[in-house]
Every structure is written in C-alpha cells, then in structure tokens.
C-alpha cells in the first residue's frame, strides 16, 4: 500500500469511528452520518486517484511511451522494449497496468479487515467481472458516465447498511486508451484522453 493510500485508511478509520460516535447518539441526524461518510469517501478517492495518476503518468507512460526503456532479456540476451502487460509476473521486464495497482491494493485493503473496500467497474468492461453488480453500482455508473459527477448512495447487503460512493474513472494518459482500445476483449475501441471509461466504487459500512 502506498502512504498515500495508507493515510486515507487512516482516514477512514477517523472518520468510522465519528460515525459510530453519530449512531450512538440520538441527537445526531442522519444526513450528519452521511455527511460524514461523503467526505470520508472523497478523501480516499483524492488519495487513490493521485497514486493512480502518478503510476500512469509520471512512470509507466513515462518509462515506456516517452524514454522508451529498453530492458534485455536474460535468456536470448536481445534487447525489448519495457512494456506495460496484463501478465506482466510471467514475463521479464513488463509492468503492472494502472487498473493492477489499484486492484492489487485494494486486495491489501481487504485483508486489514478495515471494512473499507475499492473496485474499478465499468459499463465496457474487459473482464466481465468488473461490471456492476447491485442495482447501486448500476444507478452510479449511469450517473458518472452522462454526467461526470461523483454518485452517493447507500445499500444494504447481507443485513448491512454500507455508504456507496461512485466516482468517473478518467482516462489520465495516452497509455490509459491504447490498453483499451487494443485489447482483443474490449468492447469499446474508441477511447480517447479524458474520457470517463467507468467509476472507481467505494464502499464501506455505516
């Protein structure tokens, strides 16, 4: 987990424990609770999308669309160049795309049992696990591809009350829109540079 992402579970974890402070108390509306939980959700999202465009802009577009790295590899010695691939652990010198970072993050999350959970979703997804699936997440993409604009809402699941929060998930770089629209499972081919390709989901209990 990067300190970005490690300070926004911290965060969170702030924020969570006002929140349970908020249901202690009579007094306390409910849109305090979810105001609570908005701002909580936004500062995790401004703490990932940073890392995100770090990762996409200032080092793998970096290293391989404008330094053009070189890497040789160590058993036929030849000369490749440093790539961005999907299965980049089985082969020399690729890296881990964008949308890896963050999932291979968000499995770190997971396994802190904060409650705090991240996935990337989209209406064109290239793996057919990462579209929606509650009628949440379907409202929300709707809303942040037509508008651009961050969805809130809550749902319940398996007797839980959980904040969700929807954020458009924008093409940063070159690199963002080459992976998609050359990627034989893509069923969009036409993305360009800041176009909204899905929403960035966080969820986390109430």
Known sequence: MTRRSWWAAALLALACAGLAGCNRSEAAPR??????????ADMVQAALAADRAVYAEDI??????????????????EARPLEGRED??????????????LRMGAERVLMSE????????SPWPINKQNRAR?????????????SRKPHYGTEVLDGKTYFVAIYPDVAVSEACVTCHNQHRDSPRRDF????VMGGLVIRFPL
Do not use: N
Request: negative net charge; glycine residues 8%.
């Open 31 to 40: 849109e305090g609770e979810l105001a609570w939980a908005r701002r909580t």
């Open 60 to 77: 793998l577009q970096r290293l391989t669309m404008v330094q053009k790295i070189q890497v040789v590899d160590p058993e036929s010695g």
């Open 88 to 101: 980049w652990k089985s082969e020399h010198g690729k890296l881990p795309l964008p949308a890896q970072v």
């Open 114 to 121: 904060s409650g705090l959970s991240y996935v990337l979703l």
């Open 134 to 146: 509650t009628a949440e997440e379907t409202r929300g993409l709707d809303r942040v591809v037509g």
């Open 192 to 195: 360009k540079v800041d176009d």
